[in-house]
């Protein structure tokens, strides 16, 4: 039982355009979700978050925003860079809980 | 400062062999989490620990996966009678505490491979 789903495995925008990342859930108990950013051979590393208290978050070029009744969070780079090519997991967890659910991730790949 | 550190970075075993993978986390991190990553899917939890408070072991797979943590220092986790579904990148982190939005810093992971 996928409770984070990422649906898109794969993701390729040309330099200096818009990349939009989505997930969706489906556990109710998560108020706390993130983005993570992954290089070959790297662990995560952690990249934006936002609490369910709030419907956007932004950090420079990076924006996530997430619609509680849809279940449904993204996250939107822009404008995308060479450098953003990697491996991006959204994740969540639940007030009473310090485990991270995530998700299958997608590969973003920005062409130059 | 150093982050998470785990060894080995790789490791290939035969079908019912016992291996024990290790990681470093941060000095001063509290709380260390285990997680795996099987081929095409999200990072799976296995375990954390958080201080000297017992450890929630409710992600572990099977009894055949244990996890031990001296202190507030290294972890070692150990996988017996190894199986092929146990192939996976085997990822720990580290965060300050227990405390729900502390980042977790990922170590680079173990990639296992049972034969």
């Known amino acids: 039982d996928q409770q984070v789903k990422q649906n898109s495995p794969s993701l390729s925008v040309q330099e200096g355009r818009i990349s939009i990342l989505n997930c969706d859930y489906t556990?109710?108990?998560?108020?706390?979700f993130l983005w993570y950013k992954k290089y070959p051979a790297e662990g995560p590393t952690f990249l934006i978050s936002?609490?369910?208290?709030?419907d956007k978050n932004e950090d420079g070029r990076f924006t996530v925003f997430l619609n509680k009744s849809a279940k449904h969070l993204s996250l939107h780079i822009v404008p995308s860079q060479p450098g953003d090519s990697a491996v991006y997991f959204c994740?969540?967890?639940?007030?009473?809980?310090?485990?991270?659910?995530f998700g299958a991730g997608t590969i973003l790949r920005v062409k130059s | 400062g150093a982050g998470v550190s785990q060894s080995p970075s790789n490791k290939v075993t035969e079908k019912g062999k016992d291996v024990e993978l290790r990681c470093d986390p941060i000095s001063g991190h509290t709380a260390l989490y285990w997680y795996r990553q099987r081929l095409g899917q999200g990072l799976e939890f296995l375990i954390y620990f958080q201080g000297n408070s017992a450890p929630d072991k409710s992600g572990l797979p099977s009894d055949r996966f244990s996890a031990e943590r001296t202190g507030e220092s290294v972890s070692t986790l150990t996988i017996q009678r190894t199986q092929q579904e146990d192939s996976a990148v085997y990822l720990c982190a580290s965060s300050l505490s227990l405390a729900q939005h502390n980042e977790q810093f990922f170590g680079p992971g173990t990639r296992l491979t049972v034969l």
């Open positions: 556990n109710s108990m998560f108020d706390y």
């Open positions: 936002i609490s369910s208290i709030k």
């Open positions: 994740a969540a967890s639940a007030i009473d809980g310090n485990k991270l659910v």
